[in-house]
């Protein structure tokens, strides 16, 4: 990367700088007429100093320049003859002309300038996300992801403000500076040579002084980042902090640097001011001189006063320049220190090469397998992590590599994908050295799965087919408009130097994969998902996902048929006892008393669990129904039964999460509540608080679960009145707060799951949930809509980093996502560790029985598994132990019989 | 059923007879209530013991699976206790629980029975005294099923 800020700035925008410049001192004559106009206009028509010879005067009339020099002037053009009142109103027009003019000038040049800017930081920040892209493996260790992301979002942001300004501000204000101190020059020279020294010294002490302010922000810049790299560390290990009680250490160690960030910026405000101070100073320290010594040099005959006031007159127009000089200059300091450090970051050695990762059009089929020669791997410190490792593996043939733990084995699948550079011996696929090959040809021929895999926080599918993505394949379909839109967009792109990469392309590359499209897609995605026994996870998330019936029409239609259906259907089977329906009539003792109230879905927060219970129209509902009264006896008796229960156990209990309406944490606060009131409790006899926290309880309430008695007949019946007066008088502004509840309608707040059973699933009947599915999944196949629920399944957000799956799902769906790709190689590098023994075996046999020509290479957790492969080589000390088919080791009775034979005591759990 | 009808209901089962009534109250409130219909498995033998289970109402069959087919041993009643032996000893169910009647039950997760078990020492010694019995009553029963043998003339 350009390390010279400026030549950085030239070389990406020297047109553009040439223009504004260009433009900039095309304004200048305007701006000096629109100066002496309102002179022209005070002197000329309003005094009449023009008019002293006659009536009228020529208007716009033009002399060749500089003709009087030759003698005679010559006249091009003798211009309209005005009376004054007429000149007035010209000359006034023509002031406001030249102020529309000016406007425009600044207007047009603050856009360049503006949009100059944008595109040298756009410019600037694409290259260095580009160069994260292309960063050495081994460099990302010393990384702090928060710390980059600061860089690339916030610290490059000053550059675009100042891009605009690099070459224009200098030329133009040193322009005018320049003009200013000339011209005071020839009034005087001494009064001339004084405002030149002060504006010297100044130009010379305020850099000097501002020097350590520049090194404070330096250091400022630094802190910041760090405190932006600890906040990312506290979200990432927030687990570790809870877990070891180590809340007050972070809070000291965030404390500790936002004072060293305060000192920091207070020693920066304090020189900051002074110099400020001093400035303003030097700025009236000129008049001073200009009073005294022109005054003396008028009074003693030198000057005459008229040259003095010229020169106090031309004077403002110095130091403001002047000024501009100064911070520009800093400005300019303070801008390179960021951009140096940021190239710092950002320039690291072994970059990957651009050409590497440039897109390389169809592949073909890896032909030959993998050859591996002597290859040595060493880490940062120059330790050897694998020493002359030598294999082969043809196509259609599967190893497997075991070894001890930290024997080596961990590292042989980075360096099959090329995370570690081998130090030494050859990597061969195909014929090809793999240093040599482009990422797009590796991408397509490996697949590779490790313990760690990351997903990406969009959804399931988008996770799957995120290997298929490697260069935009086919444009959009889209209308001339768009195609409009679209070209100024990359021509936009072109000029800031991004990648002109259509996001909106296709970009899945189908037929590397051998599938027609999306359909078929998805087809062999659920393929997939079977084979690393993900696909009954993925239906049920379907089955827990949501659709809306503004986007699905068609689909919610088929879904409220299937609910029709379905209730026929579990009725003939029998089990209707296995769902308690929702009837706008009844009272479901399977949901909460809340849902029962609101019977519906609440959407957004308005009417969410903690906002509910004190909102106005829900409190006046309660009380139209005359249920206000009993919902706070009822929170009551939850709150007495909790606090009787758990009162005894240990604050950590796991009962708590489990089990209880109050968290241990409220418990003592509870536990004072009880107290303050007797059991004749009422809304009115409680404080607002109180009342918060009992209506809460209430609403948890499920009947059948907690089976605590509280909903009798009457109450039933009074909660299913004030879930019609809700209903009924719903106000307008609640109306999208809530999705209600409608025997013949989708609710698009609830999951595909609820719409279906429009019901709950009852609670205590031996295997309800499972047989209810069951019977589900009967009909949905019937119906042909199994597709639609695992396209919901599909659609399901993995979460930021793949969190809400647990992790032996996201280990799956990385493995799926190797496999999809139908790579010619597939590396599996321990990636089923925290599956048990059956599953993993299970996953194992079904991945190898499809492998069909390709090559997969496993690096094993469990020995004994190596049976099922072709051949297995054996890793310890980073070498190549033993190799051979599983069976003959393990009659030779070597390393790979000990590993295979050893077994761990079984594990309490 | 509410929850203090169980409680008076946990309190005739032996093994929590002696437990103080809060906690029989905790229980109660942790275990979930579990119908089956007649014929319903309440567990498979050789499944993974995950959870016990109280007899409310109805009875049930202990079948063991054996190569001759199944084998009924005994018949359980209100207030017994089944399935603890999967979750005491970590092993699979020894034996199938098949409702014989519609049967409630309340089911007692693995974990929350050993917390109990760890938190009321009472408990436990109820666990081994009841187990103890049974033991002695196999041994009978079996030292009864030798003699046959013997008498039979097979051993």
């Not at chain 1, 979200?235 to 160690?253: K, L, P």
């Not at chain 1, 099959?416 to 990422?439: I, K, Q, T, Y």
């Not at chain 1, 489990?658 to 606060?669: K, N």
């Not at chain 2, 032996?14 to 219909?37: G, M, Q």
Request: hydrophobic share 45%; net charge negative.
């Amino acid at each position: 990367m350009e390390r010279n800020l400026f030549k950085y700035i030239w070389r990406h925008s020297k047109r553009e700088q040439i223009v504004v410049l260009v433009i900039v001192l095309a304004s200048l004559p305007f701006y000096f007429v629109s100066l002496s106009l309102p002179a022209a206009i005070v002197n000329g028509p309003i005094e009449g100093t023009w008019f002293q010879e006659g009536v009228s005067r020529p208007f716009l009339e033009i002399y060749l320049p500089f003709s009087e020099w030759f003698g005679e002037r010559i006249r091009l053009f003798e211009g309209f003859q005005l009376t004054r009142v007429e000149m007035l109103l010209a000359l006034s027009f023509s002031y406001l002309g030249l102020v529309f003019i000016n406007g425009q000038f600044k207007f047009q040049v603050n856009t360049l300038k503006g949009r100059m800017g944008e595109r040298m930081l756009r410019r600037v920040r694409f290259e260095l996300v580009d160069r994260v892209l292309r960063f050495p493996p081994s460099y990302f260790r010393k990384l702090k992801p928060a710390e980059v992301a600061s860089m690339v979002k916030d610290e490059v942001e000053p550059l675009g403000g100042f891009i605009g300004d690099a070459f224009v501000l200098p030329m133009f204000q040193g322009g005018i500076a320049l003009t200013a101190l000339v011209f005071i020059m020839v009034q005087n020279v001494w009064l001339g040579a004084v405002a030149g020294a002060v504006v010297l010294f100044q130009a010379f002490i305020i850099p000097v002084l501002r020097r350590p302010i520049l090194k404070l922000s330096k250091e400022r810049q630094i802190a910041a980042r760090e405190m932006a790299g600890r906040v990312g560390e506290l979200v990432d290990g927030v687990d570790e902090v809870r877990i070891n009680a180590t809340s007050n250490y972070e809070r000291a160690d965030i404390s500790n640097r936002l004072g060293r960030l305060f000192s920091i910026r207070y020693e920066i405000f304090r020189r900051k001011f002074f110099v400020k101070f001093l400035n303003n100073f030097l700025g009236k320290f000129t008049p001073f001189i200009f009073y005294a010594a022109g005054g003396y040099f008028v009074i003693i005959g030198q000057l005459d006063i008229g040259q003095l006031i010229a020169v106090i007159a031309a004077y403002p127009d110095l130091p403001a320049p002047v000024k501009m000089m100064i911070d520009w200059d800093q400005q300019r300091l303070d801008v390179q220190i960021k951009y140096d450090q940021v190239v710092d970051h950002f320039d690291p050695d072994d970059m990957v090469p651009a050409e590497a990762q440039q897109p390389v059009g169809e592949v073909s089929h890896l032909q030959g397998g993998i050859v591996a020669t002597n290859v040595t791997v060493m880490d940062d410190t120059g330790a050897r992590l694998l020493q002359n490792i030598s294999f082969t593996v043809g196509l259609g043939e599967t190893l497997a590599i075991v070894g001890p733990a930290a024997g080596g084995k961990e590292h042989i699948g980075p360096t099959l994908v090329r995370l570690f550079p081998p130090s030494a011996g050859h990597l061969v696929l195909g014929g090809r050295d793999l240093s040599s090959l482009p990422e797009g040809v590796i991408g397509r021929w490996v697949g590779y799965s490790g313990q760690d895999t990351y997903l990406f926080p969009v959804s399931l599918r988008e996770n799957l087919t995120y290997g298929l993505k490697h260069e935009p394949l086919t444009p959009p379909d889209e209308s001339p408009r768009d195609q409009e839109r679209r070209a100024w967009t990359a021509a936009e792109t072109r000029r800031a130097g991004n990648a002109e990469y259509d996001l909106d392309a296709e970009w899945i590359d189908y037929h590397s994969i051998g599938v027609a499209g999306a359909a078929e897609l998805r087809k062999r995605m659920l393929d997939v998902l079977r084979h690393v026994g993900l696909q009954d996870d993925v239906y049920e998330m379907g089955l827990a996902g949501y659709i809306s019936p503004d986007t699905h029409p068609e689909l919610c239609t088929k879904f409220m048929y299937a609910r029709r259906v379905f209730g026929d259907l579990i009725k003939k089977r029998g089990l209707a006892h296995l769902v308690e329906s929702f009837h706008p009539d009844k009272y479901n003792r399977n949901a909460s008393l809340g849902e029962n109230l609101l019977f519906g879905r609440p959407c957004g927060p308005f009417l969410g669990e903690g906002a509910l219970v004190s909102h106005p129209y829900f409190q006046e509902t309660l009380h139209k129904a005359q249920i206000a009264d009993a919902m706070v006896t009822m929170g009551y008796e939850i709150a007495t039964t909790m606090v009787e229960l758990f009162a005894g156990l240990p604050a950590d209990h796991p009962f708590f999460d489990q089990f209880s309406f109050i968290s241990a944490l409220d418990l003592p606060d509870y536990k004072g509540l009880v107290n303050r009131y007797s059991s004749n409790i009422s809304w009115e006899s409680v404080d607002d608080d109180d009342r918060v926290k009992l209506l809460t309880l209430a609403l948890r309430y499920e009947d059948a679960r907690h089976r605590l008695g509280l909903i009798t007949p009457d109450i039933a019946a009074q909660v299913v009145l004030a879930r019609k007066t809700f209903r009924r008088n719903l106000p307008d502004a609640l109306q999208d707060a809530v999705r209600l509840y409608d025997p013949e309608n989708y609710n698009a707040a609830s999951s595909i799951l609820d719409n279906l059973l429009f019901g709950r699933i009852a609670y205590g009947e031996a295997k309800a949930r499972d047989r209810v599915l069951e019977l589900l999944s009967e009909l949905l196949g019937e119906l042909e809509l199994h597709e639609a629920v695992y396209d919901a399944g599909l659609d399901f957000n993995v979460g930021p980093g793949g969190k809400r799956l647990a992790t032996p799902t996201r280990q799956r769906l990385g493995l799926a996502r190797a496999i999809l790709k139908r790579p010619d190689i597939l590396v599996i590098d321990a990636a089923l560790a925290v599956l048990d023994t059956p599953t993993q075996e299970k996953i194992l046999q079904s991945v190898l029985a499809s492998s069909g020509s390709r090559a997969v290479i496993w690096v094993l957790g469990r020995p004994e598994q190596a049976v099922l492969f072709d051949r297995v080589l054996v890793i310890d000390g980073g070498r190549v132990v033993e190799e051979g088919k599983a069976q003959d080791l393990l009659a030779r009775n070597g390393p790979y019989a000990a590993l295979a034979n050893h077994k761990p005591r079984q594990a309490a759990e | 059923m509410s929850l203090s009808e169980e409680v008076e209901l946990l309190r005739k089962v032996p093994i929590f007879s002696n437990v103080e009534l809060a906690k029989l109250k905790l229980l109660a409130f942790t275990s979930e209530r579990v119908r089956f219909d007649p014929g319903q498995e309440v567990f498979h033998q050789g499944d993974p013991g995950d959870a016990a289970f109280v007899i409310i109402e109805g009875t049930a069959e202990v079948v063991a699976e054996t190569d001759n087919g199944p084998i009924v041993l005994l018949e359980m009643q209100p207030h017994a206790f089944v399935g603890e032996i999967a979750i005491l000893c970590d092993v699979p169910r020894t034996a199938s629980v098949i409702a014989k009647t519609e049967l409630h039950t309340l089911r007692i997760e693995k974990e929350l029975f050993f917390r109990l078990v760890e938190e009321f020492p009472q408990m436990s010694a109820e666990i081994m005294r009841v187990l103890a019995e049974r033991l002695d009553r196999t041994t009978s029963e079996l030292t009864a099923a030798r003699n046959r043998l013997r008498e039979a003339g097979i051993e």
